[in-house]
């Protein structure tokens, strides 16, 4: 258990939580380094002798301390921006580990990207290839590059992040793959190296990706016929977590079956985990400003607001909110809110708990696509973001100051 109450105290990965909360300016970030190891490793020990490349998805999480301790595990990443290729490398990691995502490459991010060699572009459109092999040829370089393909198959999840149904902006229709491929071949800055393809996010089935790869393992069958060898698979991301105690793919299970596919065809597997690897290694932990009960409805206002954590509103996701302190006496019903002037800042509707003003609640699940979609909304400083390593907490992030929010505003008038 890496979440748990010992003498009704919340221990995180061992550590108890009310010690480091009533220490610390509220509300914060805290990850859990073991926790994010572990994922790791067990995705990395389900490859066997199957050459592979675990490219952890940098827009999960994309803390300097966070991608530095995956380089050292020997994980790759998955970038989308300029940006995260600046974090990756600034936190240590092996350019020719990385692959390039996302359908609106600038050319100077492509440039940035071909001046640091990186693995390959996962390439959405023919005017993005027509792009990088212009940039390529002026440098007398060749990229790397791999087509993203749209699958056309229908995933279980919140509609925003589906990416591999037919009308999605995302990948390139099957009918259209193999003309483009000709294409490429024939072009003197352009390397074809694999295919990849990415169905979405938070996916609890193993099915959608089989029945994907069915799809884009024909393709390459038909790429080979044509003299066009690919030497990677990357099938993106996506596996989901457990939010309210639904069952997960087993993370071995799904290499395993994606392995067997593969079969014996003399492909690299390359994967894009985010949510899978960090997304239970994070709690949010703030504190109860005031109690307000209403004629119909009581409510838990918190310091932490949905600037802090955006998924509940924008996805209405679910996330556990847990009491620091357990005690006995009994659980009231409320709505846990922020204190942001929105009616969509919540944190959770309906949960029950015992708490008073100033105690302390955990919210669970919150490493991937928390801090990340983090804003200043309301002029609210970004928060800190502690990791727990070795049974000490470490500061990874400090809070923004009011001055470095107003230091890039320019006062015209
Ligand atoms: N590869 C590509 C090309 C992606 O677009 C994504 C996520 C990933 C990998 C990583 O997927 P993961 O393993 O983390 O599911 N903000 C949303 C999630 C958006 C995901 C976008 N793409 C949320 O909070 O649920």
Redesign the pocket.
Known sequence: MTIDYKQDILHFDNNNILEIAKSRQTPFYLYSESIIKNNYNSYSESFGDHSHNICY?V??NSNLSILSLLAKLGSGF?I?SGGELTRVLTAGGDPSKIVF??VGKTQEEIIQALDNNIMCF?VESKDELNTINKIAKQKNKKANISF?VNPAINVNT?P??T?GMRDNK?GIDQSDILSLYKDASMLDGISIAGIDF?I????MELEPYLESLVKIIAIVDDLDACGIPLKHIDI?????ISYEGEPIVDKSLYISEIIKIIGNRKLSLVI?????IV?EAGLLITKIINIKESSTKSFVITDAGMNDML?PP??E?FHSIIEVVNTSTPKTSYDVVGPICETADFLGKDRKLSVSQGDFLAVENVG??GFV?ASNYNTRPKIDEYIISNNKVNKIRKRDTIDQILENEIKFL
């Open positions: 998805s827009k999960a998955d989308v995502s996302g996962n993203r919140h925003y992040i990416t995302f990415h979405g996010s938070q996916i993106g991301g996506g596996l989901g894009e985990p985010g949510r899978s997304g998924r924008l996805y996701a991937a696509y979609l």
